[in-house]
C-alpha cells in the first residue's frame, strides 16, 4: 500500500513473483485452487484497427483506461520489465506491482503476461493479447488467474472481484477505442 511512501520501481527488481505457475496465462488451461479469468471481445476489423489496438497494448493503455497511474521501467513488449500501478490517491492509494513475464510478438497476434510481486493485493497473472483473425475481426483476449494476495483482499472478497470485474470493462473499452482510432 502506498499509504504516505513511494514503492520505488528500483525496489522492485530483483523481487520474487508471488505465485509458481509463471507462464500459464499464455496458453492452455488456468491452473487449479485460483479464481479464472477468460474473456474475449471483438475490438475492430482489419490490420490498421490491429495494429492500433496492439500498439496501445504495448503502451499500458488498458491499465491507464481503469484509471491507474502507470510506473514501468521499460515497454510492456519487453520481459523482465517492471510495472507499479496505482489505484486511488498518489499518496493514499493502493500499489499494484507486476513484473511482464511472457510477450508475443507475431503478424497477427501480440500482447504479453505480467506477474504479481510483493505487496499486491492479488497473487498470479494476467495477460492482455490482441489478434486478428482470418475473418478480419480484431480479437482482444484477457487471462488471468488469481487469489488473494493479502489479508485486505481475502476480506473484501466480493468487492475485490467486483473491482476485478470493473476493470476488465475499462480495459476492453479503452481497447476498443483504440482499435477504432
Do not use: N
Amino acid at each position: 500500500m502506498a499509504l504516505l511512501r513511494r514503492t520505488t520501481l528500483q525496489q522492485l527488481a530483483d523481487a520474487p513473483l508471488t505465485y509458481a505457475e509463471v507462464g500459464a496465462t499464455r496458453e492452455g488451461p488456468l491452473p487449479a485452487g485460483y479464481a479464472h479469468v477468460d474473456r474475449r471481445a471483438v475490438v475492430g476489423s482489419g490490420r490498421a484497427a490491429f495494429d492500433r489496438a496492439a500498439a496501445a497494448v504495448f503502451r499500458w493503455s488498458a491499465q491507464r483506461g481503469a484509471g491507474l497511474r502507470v510506473r514501468a521501467s521499460g515497454p510492456a513488449s519487453t520481459p523482465g520489465t517492471v510495472v507499479l500501478m496505482t489505484a486511488g490517491l498518489p499518496r493514499f492509494g493502493l500499489d499494484v506491482p507486476c513484473r511482464v513475464v511472457w510477450v508475443v510478438d507475431e503478424p497477427d497476434r501480440r500482447g504479453f503476461g505480467y506477474g504479481t510481486l510483493p505487496g499486491h493485493p492479488e497473487s498470479g497473472e494476467e495477460s492482455f493479447v490482441v489478434s486478428l483473425r482470418p475473418d478480419g475481426d480484431v480479437v482482444y483476449e484477457l487471462r488471468a488467474f488469481s487469489r488473494p494476495g493479502t489479508l485486505l483482499t481475502r476480506l473484501g472478497g466480493p468487492v475485490a472481484t467486483r473491482v476485478q470485474a470493473l476493470a476488465l470493462d475499462r480495459y476492453v473499452g479503452t481497447i476498443r477505442k483504440a482499435a477504432q482510432g
